[in-house]
Structure formats: structure tokens, C-alpha cells
């Protein structure tokens, strides 16, 4: 079987184990071995030109992927994703110890957290307008109308 062949089974292989494998870097190896099957079979090279082809279109083809893919922005309707403390922004919460400046313990879902901000007796409720660290920073919460 010609060398070429070889190259684009190879190439092909790379594709499928693309496929299989997490991550997204096979690709242009695989495209790189694919496009050095053609050549070899189109004009005849032997071992060495098509190794240094394969370097030069691996290369290029790294190159291109990332130009293309780097700066894709994903599109998500969660701003704050990844980005946990940010997601608590505007929650409310429940006091559980006094808070002042200095600290106190709010209650937020199922767990607790330390906080400081307004000054709020245990039972009131807060809203968190920042984070700092693992620190909740908070304020009253507006009361319901009388």
C-alpha cells in the first residue's frame, strides 16, 4: 500500500479518536495527516518531505484553530455562570445572629454565612449587595407594605 494511504488512514483515525477522546486538539493533527496523504499521493514524496509537511500543516493548522476558536465568545443566558459569588447578588436572606458592621450570620438556603453590613436584629431579613472573600455584604431588605 502507498505511503499516502497510510497517511490518510492515519488522518482519519485521528478524526474519530477526536470523537472519542475530550478536548479539541486532535483535529488539526488529523486534518494536518489527511492533507499530507494527499500530497504524498498527488506528487510522490517520500518519508522525509512528507514528515516535514506534516510538521509545517500541524502547525498551521494549530495556528488557524485557535485564530478561529480563541475568540468565540459562548453565548450564555447566565451572566455570572461561573462566577458563584456574583450569583448571590440581590438574594435574600435571613438573619440569624445580629448584624453590624462588624459581623454577624445570615441564613441563605440551607447553609449559613458570615455577613456584615446594615444592622438587623436575628429574624429580619437582608438582601446581599456584595461579596467580599466568603463574606456576605448586606442590607435590610425593603419592608412589605403595612
Given at each position: 500500500m502507498d505511503q499516502g494511504w497510510w497517511w490518510l488512514i492515519g488522518g482519519v483515525l485521528l478524526l474519530i479518536a477526536e470523537v472519542l477522546a475530550p478536548g479539541f486538539f486532535l483535529l488539526f493533527i488529523g486534518v494536518a495527516a489527511m492533507v499530507t496523504g494527499l500530497f504524498v499521493l498527488l506528487f510522490g514524496f517520500g518519508l522525509a518531505p512528507a514528515l516535514a509537511l506534516f510538521a509545517i500543516y500541524t502547525a498551521l493548522a494549530v495556528y488557524l484553530g485557535r485564530k478561529v476558536y480563541a475568540n468565540r465568545p459562548v453565548a450564555s443566558s447566565a451572566?455570572?455562570?461561573?462566577?458563584?459569588?456574583a450569583q448571590l447578588l440581590g438574594r435574600s436572606a435571613v438573619a440569624v445572629t445580629a448584624?453590624?458592621?462588624?459581623?454577624?450570620?445570615?441564613?441563605?438556603?440551607?447553609g449559613e454565612w458570615s455577613a456584615r453590613g446594615a444592622s438587623v436584629q436575628p429574624g429580619e431579613r437582608v438582601e446581599i449587595i456584595g461579596v467580599e472573600g466568603n463574606c456576605l455584604i448586606v442590607e435590610a431588605a425593603p419592608k412589605l407594605g403595612a
Open positions: 451572566r455570572h455562570l461561573n462566577d458563584r459569588s448584624i453590624d458592621d462588624h459581623g454577624g450570620r445570615v441564613r441563605l438556603g440551607d
